[in-house]
C-alpha cells in the first residue's frame, strides 16, 4: 500500500504560490556547429520561495557567500545548466534536487550564485 502524495503537492503548490515569488527559469538551447553556435534563450515563469542558508552550512566548502536557495514549484524542472532571473539578476544554477517522496516530485530546492 503507498501513500498518496498529491494532496501534499496541491498545499506545497498553494504555500509558495502565496509567500513565493514570481520568477523566471531560462534555458539556454545550442544549435549550430561547434564553430559557429546559435544560442537560443528560451524562458518560462515559475514561482519560488527564497529560504536563506544555515550558519552550519555556510560554513561548507560548497556554499559561498551570495549563494542563494530557491524553492520552486514543480510546474518546471530546473536543470543546472539553467538559470534563475529574480528581480533584474540572474543567478546561475549550482545544484537542483527534487524533494520527491514516493514517485511525486512536491517541489525542486535550487541552489543557486549570482
Excluded: C, H, W
Excluded at 510546474?75 to 533584474?88: Q, V, W
Amino acid at each position: 500500500m503507498s501513500f498518496d502524495y498529491s494532496g501534499l503537492k496541491e498545499t506545497a503548490d498553494r504555500l509558495i504560490a502565496r509567500f513565493g515569488k514570481s520568477a523566471t527559469l531560462v534555458t539556454l538551447t545550442n544549435s549550430g556547429t561547434d564553430y559557429d553556435p546559435t544560442v537560443t534563450e528560451s524562458t518560462t515563469a515559475i514561482t519560488l520561495v527564497e529560504i536563506g542558508y544555515s550558519l552550519t552550512n555556510r560554513n561548507e566548502s560548497l556554499v559561498q557567500v551570495g549563494d542563494k536557495i530557491f524553492l520552486v514549484q514543480a510546474a518546471a524542472e530546473p536543470a543546472t545548466d539553467d538559470k534563475i532571473r529574480l528581480d533584474g539578476a540572474d543567478y546561475n544554477m549550482v545544484d537542483s534536487q527534487p524533494l520527491s517522496p514516493g514517485a511525486t516530485v512536491m517541489l525542486y530546492e535550487v541552489q543557486a550564485r549570482a
